[in-house]
């Protein structure tokens, strides 16, 4: 299992509030007041600034460029028939909650196959898993407001390896949902995912490579006391019997709002 030293340093920042306001008003400079007012509220400012350990103008170029990516993939109009083929194949799925309320999203490499679409198409996949597991997050909560991420390496292989859709996903996590995940779970890891991890921690920023555990094997006590056997599928060891439902064709990113049903 991977686990940095710096751990406690990644998980105890907290924002610099006083720098809130200046970094508004430098985007202001270059984004209307109603497109800053709408991208970036002051909690996200707040975890770009973790993101950046509060270095100013380091926070501001990711803040700029996330709402520059935002203006022009307008992730939060993405539905499920934009990424129709990526969809079908049922590679990442919404996996219910964690025991702190943690959102899950489950993606299945062997489920995965990167050369029936294009990297644009994963683009809006990976986009509306980020933007709708936002909207899956308890609103009472701050402490939920996290991602859980699983990626079940299993039958991961070169072919399988597309890097350059590896390497939006790493981008859209780490600089355009900053500070979102809270941990990523790698498991059944082979030697395919020891290179692809080697690839990605040279993209990812040190918090973020803090906050993933690797797992070639033993990995079920983890997830029971993160989870509970219940809530994980008998494919990697649990009791759920279902598999964690396809999204429908016609759903948006409204069908999975939080309610206190959930």
């Known amino acids: 299992m991977t686990r940095n030293a710096s ?89 219910g909650y964690a025991k702190n ?24 996949m990976v986009a509306f898993f980020m933007e709708t597991n936002v909207k899956r997050m308890d609103p009472s909560r701050p402490d939920a407001a ?4 699983i990626f079940d390496m299993k039958d991961m292989s070169f072919l399988k390896s597309d890097l350059k859709k590896i390497r939006q996903l790493l981008k859209i996590v780490s600089d355009y949902y900053p500070e979102r995940l809270g941990v990523s779970v790698i498991i059944n890891a082979n030697l395919v995912t020891d290179y692809l991890w080697r690839f990605s921690q040279m993209l990812l920023d040190q918090r973020t490579i803090d906050k993933v555990r690797l797992f070639r094997d033993g990995y079920l006590d983890f997830l029971e006391e993160q989870i509970g056997l219940e809530h994980i599928t008998t494919d990697i060891g649990g009791t759920r019997t279902e598999e964690w439902p396809l999204l429908s064709d016609e759903d948006t990113q409204d069908d999975y709002v939080w309610t206190e049903k959930i």
Not at 34 to 56: G, I, M, P, Q
Not at 67 to 91: C, H, M, Y
Not at 146 to 149: N, R
């Open 101 to 124: 309320g943690w959102p899950i999203i489950h993606a299945t490499a062997r489920l995965w196959d990167p050369a029936k679409y294009t990297v644009d198409e994963y683009v809006s």
């Open 146 to 149: 996290k991602h859980f991420a």
């Open 7 to 95: 751990e406690v340093d990644a998980t105890t920042l907290e924002a610099d509030d006083s720098l809130i306001e200046p970094l508004r008003k430098k985007l202001l400079h270059e984004f209307s007041t109603e497109v800053v007012d709408k991208e970036l509220n002051d909690e996200a400012l707040s975890r770009y600034l973790v993101a950046r350990n509060n270095d100013f103008d380091k926070t501001f170029k990711m803040a700029k460029g996330a709402i520059q990516w935002r203006l022009e993939k307008k992730p939060e109009e993405i539905i499920v028939s934009d990424f129709k083929t990526a969809n079908e194949q049922g590679s990442w799925r919404f996996a």
